[in-house]
């Protein structure tokens, strides 16, 4: 069967530290994968689109990684902060003309 | 420039009684999705427009669910009747097309149905 899987247990860190969150998937071949943050009581918003072809993408503190041999995406922020707490949503193109199918998402605490 | 724009943020219904949501996509945004999310889940795929034409409409539960977006501009989603497992937030999106497809979402209509 088709799955997207992230770490359903909330991920907990310090304050300065390096937080990596994880998209696993099976069978599927997306062309793309994005990640979205998502805020209680909010809808997601984009942060970072990552094709096939591309190893690594960064955009200021926050760095994807796209493994399609290991088919797993990682997601990091470096030099985290209490505003980075929410939660994180990965999202794989799963078919034809752009559909996109999300993980469950993983929520991120920065602690002081 | 204003967002996705969606209504209403809450409503509470009980079992039985239709419910209605309304979206306003972003100017200019030909392509409009309405998602389904639970509690601790990520956003599910009810049904994606192009323009006036539903695309996929597979995840959408015909027997009571049902939408429209006239004109290609607006859209309405529609639960006839409401059951309890219908409670979620019903999240609108946009995006213009491209081959990377990112979503514009609104801040979702939280149901719960009594």
């Known amino acids: 069967s088709q799955k997207i899987e992230q770490n359903s247990e909330a991920l907990n860190i310090q304050e300065g530290k390096t937080a990596t969150l994880t998209c696993n998937y099976t069978?599927?071949?997306?062309?793309?994968l994005q990640w979205y943050r998502q805020d209680p009581g909010r809808g997601p918003v984009f942060l970072l689109l990552?094709?096939?072809?591309?190893k690594e993408k960064r955009k200021e503190r926050l760095k994807v990684t796209f493994d399609t041999t290991l088919k797993q995406s990682l997601f990091h922020i470096t030099a985290s902060q209490p505003a980075d707490s929410a939660t994180y949503l990965c999202?794989?193109?799963?078919?034809?003309?752009?559909?996109?199918?999300f993980g469950t998402g993983t929520r991120l605490q920065v602690t002081l | 420039e204003a967002g996705v724009v969606q209504s209403p943020r809450y409503k509470i219904i009980e079992k039985k009684q239709p419910v209605a949501f309304w979206c306003n996509p972003i100017?200019?945004?030909?392509?409009l999705y309405w998602y389904l999310q639970n509690l601790g889940q990520g956003p599910e795929l009810l049904i994606r427009?192009?323009?006036?034409?539903?695309?996929?409409d597979s995840q959408l539960p015909k027997d009571r669910f049902s939408a429209e977006r006239l004109k290609g501009v607006d859209s309405t989603l529609k639960i006839q009747p409401a059951e309890l497992g219908d409670s979620a937030v019903y999240l609108c999106?946009?995006?213009?097309?491209?081959?990377?497809?990112?979503?514009?979402f609104g801040e979702g209509s939280r149901l719960t149905v009594l």
């Open positions: 999202a794989l193109e799963t078919g034809t003309a752009s559909k996109l199918t």
């Open positions: 069978n599927y071949s997306p062309a793309y």
């Open positions: 427009y192009e323009n006036e034409e539903a695309v996929d």
């Open positions: 100017s200019g945004h030909n392509t």
């Open positions: 990552i094709r096939e072809n591309e």
């Open positions: 999106a946009s995006s213009i097309t491209t081959d990377t497809g990112e979503l514009f």
